[in-house]
């Protein structure tokens, strides 16, 4: 199984800060990442898929880029509604695997 | 607006059978488009992908669960279904239905929390 490993594990911003995440593979995965948002108590919500394509209705303020085994998801300008949980997938190859997660809580 | 909604049992017994039904509406699963997964998350713990299934019944399963797991879909009334064996404690989860394209989740169900006890 590709393992995915996120950095850090819980990231302390204000609102307005740039905040990145780092998600590494084991093995390169080329392009086939995914990053969702996750508030407690709630379904994870795609924001990004193929690295850097941004699903329809996500702000412009996430963005995400990398290849190969190192991948960022960034957000330009941190708003009150995305202090929440943040994982990658690797859609490489079988099993889809996730990391487990970076929390971004309020500083 | 397409939702897809997670039912069965909150509560199963070691040993026993989880039995989940994913209901989609808002458009058609018969589609060659699309997979439709289930994903679980135990409590306070990361997402674990379990298997997606085709509209035509094609399968495929995350290894780590294979020997334990089923699923079906039922193109006519809009439904597939997960079927877990020998449950332990271990899969106590929040349960996910969603669907796939492309490999990756864009609608998700909205979960529903499975506890093995007895």
């Known amino acids: 199984d590709i393992q995915m490993t996120q950095s850090p594990s819980t990231l302390s911003a204000s609102v307005g800060d740039r905040v990145t995440i780092t998600c590494r593979a084991s093995?390169?995965?080329?392009?086939?990442l995914a990053w969702y948002q996750q508030k407690p108590g709630r379904a994870p919500k795609l924001l990004i898929y193929?690295?850097?394509s941004l699903q329809s209705g996500v702000p412009s303020r996430f963005s995400g880029s990398g290849s190969g085994t190192e991948f960022t998801l960034t957000i330009s300008s941190l708003q009150p509604d995305d202090f929440a949980t943040y994982s990658c997938?690797?859609?490489?190859?079988?099993?889809?695997?996730f990391g487990h997660g970076t929390k971004v809580e309020i500083k | 607006q397409k939702q897809l909604q997670e039912s069965g049992p909150g509560l199963v017994k070691p040993s026993e059978t989880l039995s989940l039904t994913c209901t989609v509406s808002?458009?058609?699963?018969?589609?060659?488009?699309?997979?439709w997964g289930w994903i679980r998350q135990p409590p306070g713990k990361g997402l674990e992908w379990i298997g997606s299934?085709?509209?035509?019944?094609?399968?495929n399963f995350n290894p780590s669960l294979e020997s334990r797991v089923a699923m079906s879909i039922d193109t006519s009334i809009n439904q597939f279904s997960l079927r877990l064996t020998s449950v332990t404690a271990t899969d106590t989860a929040v349960y996910y239905c969603?669907?796939?394209?492309?490999?990756?989740?864009?609608?998700w169900g909205q979960g529903l929390l499975v506890t093995v006890s007895a």
């Open positions: 969603a669907r796939t394209i492309g490999h990756f989740f864009d609608y």
């Open positions: 808002g458009g058609s699963i018969n589609s060659d488009k699309y997979y």
């Open positions: 299934i085709y509209y035509s019944g094609s399968t």
């Open positions: 093995q390169s995965i080329r392009s086939w």
């Open positions: 193929q690295t850097s």
């Open positions: 997938q690797q859609y490489f190859s079988y099993p889809w695997t």
